[in-house]
């Protein structure tokens, strides 16, 4: 069943890593509630007319920054455009340092009903360096206020190879985020993409990231302890215990059609994608003066279709059904690779079993590579 998907453009201030698209001027934030509102309202046949919403997903930017009167405007809207399923996950992303005890009580008496607190890290240098929000103290805090008003349903996101001299800092960080209990992580190897103050920084010689043994390290001593404290992985980068996954990202990776929202948005309806524009003053302006939501749409053919398929499904736990690319999307994938299949299971980066293809731990530190080794095209 489809899913909402809803981008809150704001942030206090940018974080060094983040290539997301956002800003830190609150000036629109008003009339971009008031868009969103009205692009439910023009884009409610989008997943067809029978569709029930089964998980909506406020990302950003920052959702938190909402008041609780923008966030009733848009929960009216969404109940009046689209059915809802009475056990619909919602999801808020928030900072910890948003998460207040006042604030916590507004969110637990909305429909929202899982929380993803942006963490990345319980060490204080490592904050500062990464330029948020919030502090080390708040961290553990935002988590534990909360709990105290009801959330049980909450995923926290970590971020590893961080520069460091060792991986100390990284294990203390694992074991905080463990002593807190929630049933879903995620946790990101810090990536330093060209745009951004690290990348800018990087091509400057201001800043050095750590060797790909380190961030590999890490990411072992993380699977090491997941599987140490009961939490499964169903995606590379996600963990839960178990049966508590991520209903609106796992129908992400399954290819479930969803509608996206908001500038920089996505749509997924089966057979096309749709991109929303980036940019904030010309979307608002398009949704209110013009009733229009400036977007580009790609049509997908089949063998973008096999490749999204290839993509998504060898970073989850399910594996690439080579049937289901074979018989759907009529790729034969065993006889057109065959001996980068073998070659796959003979170094020990992947498993065969079934016809459906499982990356193993070291074959997930080269999912990238692997998935485009196995494109078509």
């Avoid at 996206?260 to 749709?274: E, I, K």
Wanted: glycine share 6%.
């Amino acid at each position: 069943m489809p899913g909402l998907y809803l981008h809150i453009p704001f942030c206090k201030q940018a974080c060094h890593y983040c290539d997301f698209h956002f800003s830190t001027s609150m000036g629109l934030k008003s009339r971009l509630v008031e868009a969103l509102t009205r692009e439910l309202a023009l884009r409610r046949d989008y997943l067809g007319p029978d569709a029930t919403l089964t998980t909506i997903y406020f990302g950003g930017g920052t959702p938190s920054l909402l008041t609780a009167a923008e966030l009733d405007a848009i929960f009216e809207a969404i109940y009046r455009h689209f059915p809802v399923a009475p056990d619909a996950e919602v999801t808020l992303e928030a900072n910890p340092d948003d998460l207040t005890s006042a604030k916590v009580r507004e969110l637990a008496a909305s429909p929202v009903n899982r929380l993803s607190i942006g963490l990345q890290s319980f060490h204080e240098p490592h904050l500062r360096l990464m330029n948020r929000a919030h502090s080390a103290l708040e961290s553990r805090a935002g988590v534990l206020r909360a709990q105290a008003a009801g959330f049980e349903n909450i995923s926290v996101d970590l971020i590893y190879g961080v520069p460091a001299p060792s991986h100390q800092l990284w294990e203390e960080d694992m074991a905080a985020v463990f002593a807190l209990g929630v049933p879903h992580l995620s946790c990101y190897a810090l990536t330093i993409e060209p745009d951004t103050v690290f990348g800018r920084q990087l091509k400057k010689g201001k800043f050095t990231a750590p060797p790909d043994e380190f961030v590999a390290r890490q990411f072992e001593l993380l699977l090491a302890e997941m599987t140490r404290h009961g939490y499964e992985q169903y995606e590379i980068s996600n963990f839960c215990q178990p049966g508590r996954e991520s209903r609106h990202n796992s129908a992400y990776w399954r290819g479930v059609p969803y509608l996206g929202l908001g500038p920089s948005a996505h749509s997924f309806n089966g057979h096309s994608r749709q991109y929303t524009v980036a940019n904030n003053p010309q979307y608002v302006a398009a949704v209110l003066e013009q009733g229009q939501v400036p977007a580009t749409v790609e049509h997908l053919s089949p063998q973008d279709q096999a490749n999204e398929y290839l993509m998504t499904s060898l970073r989850t736990a399910h594996g690439c059904d080579l049937r289901h690319l074979h018989q759907v999307l009529g790729v034969d994938l065993l006889a057109q690779r065959a001996a980068y299949l073998t070659e796959l299971q003979a170094t020990g980066l992947a498993t065969l079993t079934d016809q459906v293809l499982r990356l193993t731990t070291p074959g997930k530190l080269l999912a990238d590579h692997i998935t485009l080794e196995l494109f078509q095209g």
